[in-house]
């Protein structure tokens, strides 16, 4: 087994002003690279510190990855704790400067010192091409293990990454012959973890080879059976079947193009040559964003409506006077009227509409933040469903635009009851 | 200088399937408390690498939070390893027993032995209530050190640290006299990094008590000001100074409210009582969506209109077929024809639109993927302005919607020429 070690320099992460993603990527990255991540660690902008923390992941990783401090400014001391970590200089790299040269050229900036320091690379490293910003990633080999220094942007990371490590981490994998990781991922939505746990432990407690792992997000949980790659001829059979035992017991809730909601979603509904509109109060947009993320979106997603004033209910997708002052904003009637009405207004196959009570003001006792109705429309009915979620804003906004989008994909999918 | 570490278990943050943002909301909230966040470190769900990484950690910390591994299902195995680590037995809590039984009562639903299996807690710790989950965190005093372990769903870990271990923590600093950290954050909307650091990075060389940090994100960034609290009243001065003259260096670029771009923007409008109304293609409801992110947001957001397509821009928004055919939907004449009608639809203060090639596909030779352009609509004018961002679409989502807000903000608060 290969192993790796993320590092994640910079005191914004450790103080919380940033999150940090990058770790996540890579993790994601080297996992389907079949490299087992054993640490993430995240220090200090701090040179001592950096040394140290490369000095020990080293002894038990073959992989060691750093992100963030190769910026312009004075506080980015990446380069020169890693120069002093392996006893060498920082010197010019001349492909580097070049690029920097013509970067600045093509945008018709002035190139200023402060720029050109960039350039700098400890003497035993090459320099990777940053495609997408200024400063190189560097990659040094020692003692068989590899070294890579990343930018703490998450593009220009991910675009060296994309680029150049996997090249280099996978031409390092053919040398060597170990065990791998490999993990097989169901994912489910519109139930909750316990009733799965409930539904399918008894496998977990029959199969020792495999672990189980649930992971629970707003848009649903994911399951994970993990098995090292040796063992596979053994078992494949075992693992086959435990995959198809676990899709029986959840059938109606599981993902079955085996991609996030989202992505399954649009996939199903071009595959039907489907469209939608929709009509948001609560959630402002979100569900509108969430449909438009992937490339693609303008085949199923044709546009919407975001009703977050009563006055823009009526004025533009006409909800009556009377539903408003008889029922509320937050009601099965104004759902219906949402729901129905964006898809007729835009034409579409589909109409889907949000209207509750995000919080954390604005609760009754009859209807207590967290109430939320959600409206589907289609030409031949239009419902409305109540949930009442959570006290929290962004947990009910998040959870609405996903119970949407579940209810919806379930109901083309596997024909459930509204 | 009370030191703190923060361990997060759980293999899908190694291989970042789950992205990590508890460990950056617990640096923010300890940071707030005064307490240096000193190492970050993420690991398996391993018992032998839990009980491995707190007794390191535990030699160079005072406090130590785990986040993880404490829910109903089997991957969940921090309370054995924290039993283990302090060599004591997991015993049944009986005020944890009486919440499940009654959280599951209120909830109309069946206990089961796995959830009773979350009143079990190491001997020597206390619960920690957890009033909007099942399972509750722990805490352990040992050797004038603080462990507290708590579950990875941020709403539960939010909720138990808020409701019981900053207490702990105020109380433990009150018994112990050292230094604190205090940052000082100041932040700026439309400039990049390097155009700050020409600016101002003398002000770094000039002043060696001081820590200049520079956090570049989407919305803007950040400048930190860094010092250690037992000099502050010998650099009381100094720092005063320092913040006044970065200020002056970067005047229409400051954001007033010291706060992040989207507050600043709903604080500095309704204190004028104004109000919006969006107009998006590319950013598919992003904006809306950032205008609704904060409670209170209704009194500046009035509702919006996603033109995904060509027909909906036509339809919702009588955008010209002339325009769409002589100009393109993304052009400067569709920007202001959607700035200007969805401000007169809504009848706002002002009209906020965004249309523009997100890709990775639909650029061309003359409008490149990244072209985007930004209307500002009041009733005396309506403007354009066009940007060419990035290759990425989530990048070019991000940065269209913070660039609007950014646009509009400065123009009003420092009538910036558009």
Not at 313 to 340: C, I, R, Y
């Amino acid at each position: 087994m290969i192993n790796a070690a993320i590092i994640a320099i910079g005191d914004e992460l450790l103080i919380g002003e940033t999150i940090n993603t990058n770790s996540a990527w890579l993790g994601q990255e080297l996992t389907s690279l079949g490299i087992n991540v054993n640490s993430s660690v995240t220090i200090s902008d701090n040179q001592e510190q950096i040394i140290g923390t490369i000095s020990k992941l080293s002894e038990i990783n073959d992989i060691i990855i750093t992100t963030g401090g190769l910026g312009p400014t004075k506080d980015d001391i990446t380069k020169k704790a890693i120069a002093s970590h392996f006893g060498v200089d920082l010197i010019e790299d001349q492909k580097t400067k070049l690029h920097l040269l013509n970067y600045f050229k093509r945008r018709g900036r002035v190139i200023t010192d402060i720029h050109l320091e960039q350039a700098l690379i400890p003497s035993c490293a090459v320099a990777l091409d940053n495609s997408v910003g200024t400063a190189p990633g560097i990659f040094i080999k020692h003692s068989n293990k590899l070294y890579f220094n990343l930018p703490g942007v998450p593009r220009e990371m991910k675009s060296i990454f994309q680029e150049n490590i996997n090249f280099i981490i996978n031409d390092y994998k053919s040398l060597i012959t170990e065990d791998f990781f490999i993990y097989k991922t169901i994912y489910t939505t519109g139930i909750v973890e316990s009733e799965i746990a409930k539904r399918i432990s008894y496998l977990d407690d029959e199969n020792d080879t495999i672990k189980f792992a649930y992971l629970p997000s707003y848009s649903g949980v994911r399951i994970r059976l993990g098995i090292l790659n040796s063992e596979l001829k053994i078992i494949e059979n075992i693992l086959a079947d435990v995959e198809s035992k676990v899709r029986q017991h959840l059938y109606s809730y599981v993902i079955e193009e085996e991609k996030p909601l989202n992505e399954a979603f649009q996939e199903y509904l071009i595959s039907n040559r489907w469209n939608i509109a929709v009509a948001e109060s609560c959630t402002g947009g979100a569900l509108g964003k969430l449909l438009t993320e992937l490339s693609g979106s303008s085949k199923i997603f044709e546009g919407g409506f975001i009703v977050y004033s009563n006055k823009a209910k009526q004025e533009l997708l006409n909800v009556q006077k009377s539903t408003l002052e008889n029922f509320g904003a937050v009601s099965e009637q104004t759902a219906m009227e949402l729901a129905n009405n964006c898809r007729l207004k835009l034409k579409t196959d589909f109409g889907l509409s949000i209207t509750g009570i995000a919080g954390p003001n604005g609760g009754t006792k009859e209807k207590p933040v967290g109430t939320v109705w959600i409206g589907i429309s289609d030409s031949k009915e239009t419902k409305a469903i109540k949930f009442v979620f959570l006290k929290n804003r962004d947990a009910n906004r998040e959870l609405s635009k996903f119970t949407a989008l579940s209810l919806l994909y379930r109901k083309l999918k596997y024909n459930i009851e509204l």
